[in-house]
């Protein structure tokens, strides 16, 4: 069973960079053909797509986010970092970390974690 963990400060000044990490369990993040995706859920709005990276290490991000977006890992502790930079009150959300087994299809979610932009 894999199963996929959010851990990152739930509150984070404007202009400052979000720093939130999935620890990945049950399932190493280089094998496979899989996606590990950032999404988020802004207050009263719908899922948001932000990038992914592959089992390859390849990254792609959301268009409309991609200036302000970087994700990494660590294959040492099967973690996987998503950074946003320069953040306002808009990227106020939960955010998850998901698995995407292909063609969009996401099998495994992590609980979500709440991360506030507020001075």
């Known amino acids: 069973q894999v199963q996929l963990q959010e851990s990152g400060p739930g509150l984070v000044k404007p202009s400052q960079t979000l720093s939130l990490t999935c620890t990945v369990s049950?399932?190493?993040?280089?094998?496979?053909?899989?996606?590990w995706n950032w999404v988020r859920q802004p207050p009263g709005k719908g899922l948001e797509w932000i990038g992914y990276?592959?089992?390859?290490?390849?990254?792609y991000y959301s268009p409309s986010l991609k200036s302000r977006t970087s994700i990494s890992r660590d294959t040492t502790k099967n973690q996987f970092t998503l950074q946003l930079s320069s953040v306002t009150p808009e990227d106020t959300a939960v955010y998850y970390c998901?698995?995407?087994?292909?063609?969009?299809?996401?099998?495994?979610w992590g609980q979500g974690t709440q991360v506030t932009v507020s001075s």
């Open positions: 998901v698995r995407d087994s292909g063609n969009w299809y996401y099998d495994y």
């Open positions: 049950g399932g190493s993040i280089t094998t496979g053909y899989y996606f």
């Open positions: 990276i592959r089992t390859s290490g390849n990254t």
